[in-house]
């Protein structure tokens, strides 16, 4: 089907008349253009040899669960992997796990979070303990960051918003 290339084709096509499509469709070539550069490089030794994310379950409930933010970090693992074939020195990525805003819900919740961010840094340490036969752990700094935590009492609902809280840096 030629259905793939002509959208590609549009969507990439810069001699545009308005200033605003002839934008989008540099920024969206540029990002084929990555994507097209991160997946050839995906396909090298050390980033192929990049462990896969464990299974996940969730405490509480003993289901096996999809953990999005160990998924996230395999991603990085492999983008860490690739480093030297897409030649970078220095990388900064986010990822992110929501659901913290549990307020009445955090004994029912919060358990399940703390176990994902658990078993996905853990993942995380050991992939990066052997990446293509090269510890990377050293070279990776690896921190959690919020804008907000959880007073101790509680406000009648659950807990409240808080000014500051608990954070970890691997």
Do not use: C
Request: net charge neutral.
């Amino acid at each position: 089907s030629l259905a793939p290339s002509r959208v590609r084709d549009l969507v990439t096509d810069t001699s545009l008349t308005s200033n605003f499509a002839a934008d989008y469709s540099t920024v969206v070539s540029r990002s084929i253009g990555a994507a097209a550069t991160i997946n050839t490089a995906f396909t090298q030794a050390s980033v192929t040899s990049v462990a896969t994310a464990p299974a996940y379950t969730n405490p509480l409930t003993q289901r096996v669960e999809t953990n999005t933010l160990a998924l996230q970090l395999q991603t990085v693992a492999k983008m860490v992997a690739a480093s030297e074939t897409l030649g970078v020195k220095r990388q900064v990525f986010f990822v992110s796990l929501g659901g913290w805003d549990t307020h009445d819900f955090q004994n029912t919740t919060q358990p399940n979070l703390l176990a994902k961010v658990a078993q996905a840094l853990s993942y995380f340490d050991g992939a990066l303990a052997n990446v293509g036969g090269i510890d990377r752990r050293a070279q990776v700094t690896t921190f959690t960051a919020s804008d907000f935590s959880r007073t101790i009492t509680t406000n009648g609902d659950g807990t409240d918003h808080a000014w500051g809280g608990h954070h970890f840096i691997m």
